[in-house]
């Protein structure tokens, strides 16, 4: 299967099993923005719980937060956005198409794909111009420029400018975490690959203040506890690496800035960043607003403005890396199945239960096992339609782990059999067991 092939088949298997869909595709699609599906939004909330359960309810030193969309536009002249989010844009006198300069060997040239832009002597690139990412819009009935607000490129700001309120209602003492998850808007010059890139995104992030001095070794350690997190979700570890940035590529904001990289099938990409902000982004916001933002350590008997280590992962791209990882076609027997490999407890749906046949009380039978499990919070499946091989595929393809059958032995026992995505291994439990069997197993 070739590269292009996998996010081809992986976009089609989305629209196909309700995971992903094209944003007001019915107009002919945004390009750049997705909707998520009923499956989808499962899978989206499970990678979400996952990480709020670990960042925050599985430990008494981060807080949660849901910050406004919309702030202050004083927040981003002070965080360095309405100066610097840019990105070069190029334009080609030609073709009129425009381009990221400073990616121009991952785009197509306008009038002949094959090449990239500026490579085709037809094409005639203009000058670059700094292109501010960032989506403008007014508050308010009156749209002037005393009236601009923006959408927020990232969650962290909501955070740092809310670091006080925090630290003091929860009795917090430094080090102390602040976790995020919620929409961020860039106005991507080449958004693409899916959900890779688009416009508007999900991102989970965690901003960590530490006493100065103490941040290198907080780095460390959540370098290690996110690539854990990783291969937590199920992801291949060969398909995980570290990506540490280099003098010329560190954002003006940080000391130190390491990626996560998966490997998709169109490269090494960023899935999460690590990054020590050091005490820029409260010392700005210091400066900006007037107001102190020093944590007070009454033991010690000091004040400082803490060093700040984020953790910042795309939701969106987490999705995409865990359909990619798991995306995987088979031989069996001769015939070919597509089976989505997911983790048992990240699956939307966690067992889909069949009656063999329509008549003898079976589908009574399977109908009420499937509303038990519901029931139990187990989101289940019930379907009686086509053979049953048809029905195992398509559940193989919505990467749902257990397929139970209800068939002539379950009137006489009570026993189903319960089939194993992965390993095809079928086994024979009592029906009253199925509901702890799988819980055992999640
Ligand atoms: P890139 O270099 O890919 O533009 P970035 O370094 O600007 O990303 P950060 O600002 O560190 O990204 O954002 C943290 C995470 O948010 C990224 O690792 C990525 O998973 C996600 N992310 C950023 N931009 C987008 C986007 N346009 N679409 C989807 N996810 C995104």
Not at 205 to 215: A, R, S, Y
Request: glycine share 8%.
């Amino acid at each position: 299967m070739s590269d292009h092939d996998l996010m081809d088949k992986l976009v089609s298997l989305a629209k196909r099993r309700g995971y992903v869909f094209q944003s007001s595709e019915i107009y002919g699609g945004t390009g750049s923005v997705w909707d998520y599906g009923p499956l989808g939004i499962e899978l989206k909330r499970n990678v979400k719980e996952r990480w709020w359960s670990r960042m925050v309810h599985q430990r008494d030193d981060i807080e949660g937060l849901d910050a406004a969309i919309l702030m202050h536009p004083r927040v981003w002249e002070a965080s360095g956005h309405v100066e610097g989010f840019t990105d070069p844009l190029v334009e080609c006198k030609v073709c009129k198409k425009r381009f990221r300069q400073d990616q121009l060997g991952q785009q197509e040239c306008g009038r002949r794909p094959s090449k990239a832009p500026g490579e085709d002597d037809q094409c005639e690139l203009g000058e670059p111009r700094m292109f501010n990412l960032m989506f403008r819009t007014f508050m308010g009935p009156v749209e002037d420029q005393g009236h601009v607000v923006y959408l927020r490129p990232e969650t962290a700001q909501g955070s740092y400018v809310n670091f006080l309120n925090i630290q003091s209602a929860a009795r917090q003492k430094v080090p102390f975490g602040v976790a995020q998850i919620g929409k961020a808007f860039r106005n991507e010059i080449t958004p693409g690959n899916f959900i890779f890139r688009t416009r508007e995104f999900e991102q989970a992030e965690m901003q960590f203040f530490v006493k100065p001095g103490t941040d290198e070794e907080w780095f460390e350690y959540w370098r290690e506890e996110r690539m854990a997190w990783h291969k937590s979700l199920g992801v291949r570890p060969e398909n995980l690496r570290y990506h540490e940035h280099g003098p010329d590529e560190l954002a003006h904001y940080a000391k130190r800035a390491l990626d996560i990289e998966y490997r998709f099938s169109f490269g090494w990409k960023e899935l999460e960043g690590i990054h020590n902000r050091t005490d820029f982004d409260l010392g700005r916001h210091q400066e900006y607003s007037g107001k102190r933002l020093e944590y007070i350590d009454t033991g010690a008997g000091e004040r400082f403005v803490p060093y700040v280590v984020e953790t910042a992962v795309g939701v969106d791209r987490t999705v995409l890396v865990l359909l990619a990882d798991g995306y995987r076609e088979e031989d069996i027997e001769g015939e070919q199945r597509v089976v989505l490999g997911l983790h048992p407890a990240l699956a939307p749906i966690k067992a889909a239960v069949f009656p063999l046949v329509k008549k003898d009380g079976l589908p009574e039978i399977a109908t009420k096992l499937a509303t038990e499990l519901r029931e139990a919070s187990i989101p289940s499946f019930y379907d009686e339609s086509g053979s049953i091989g048809r029905r195992y595929r398509r559940q193989d393809e919505a990467g749902t782990p257990w397929c139970i059958t209800v068939d002539g032995q379950t009137a006489e026992d009570g026993s189903v059999t319960i089939r194993d995505r992965d390993s095809l291994e079928q086994v024979r439990v009592d029906a009253a067991r199925v509901r702890d069997w799988i819980r055992e197993r999640l």
